[in-house]
Nanobody
Framework: QVQLVESGGGLVQAGGSLRLSCVAS????????MGWYRQAPGKQRELVAT???????NYADSVKGRFAISRDNAKNMVYLQMDSLKPEDTAVYYC??????????WGQGTQVTVSS
């Protein structure tokens, strides 16, 4: 079992920045990809960004150029630097660690609210 704990969410004005952190513990698979997803009220959960164990990244079009994902394998952590935040970025942000269908874990989520 793997536990993922997010932190760093909060309330910020439009144009501001936040940095989310996620720490993994338990039976960690170091080669697993890690990522951030978000879910706004009334909407489905969507991909924000992912990073492989080798450092390759993937972003949703809506956050390209504004968000940056990174990971520290030695600390079992993944980060999401969010700049130029918009009200439409308001959502609960979830950390994920995945390697195939048999290794797929989620954190409890952290709320990000961007005021206009």
């Amino acid at each position: 079992q793997v536990q993922l704990v997010e932190s760093g969410g909060g309330l910020v004005q439009a144009g501001g920045s936040l940095r989310l952190s996620c720490v993994a513990s338990g039976s960690i698979l170091s080669i697993a990809a890690m990522g951030w997803y978000r879910q706004a009220p009334g909407k489905q959960r969507e991909l924000v960004a992912t990073v492989t164990s080798g450092g390759s990244t993937n972003y949703a079009d809506s956050v390209k150029g504004r968000f940056a994902i990174s990971r520290d394998n030695a600390k079992n952590m993944v980060y999401l630097q969010m700049d130029s935040l918009k009200p439409e970025d308001t959502a609960v942000y979830y950390c994920n660690s995945k390697f195939g269908s048999w290794y797929d874990f989620w954190g409890q989520g952290t709320q990000v609210t961007v005021s206009s």
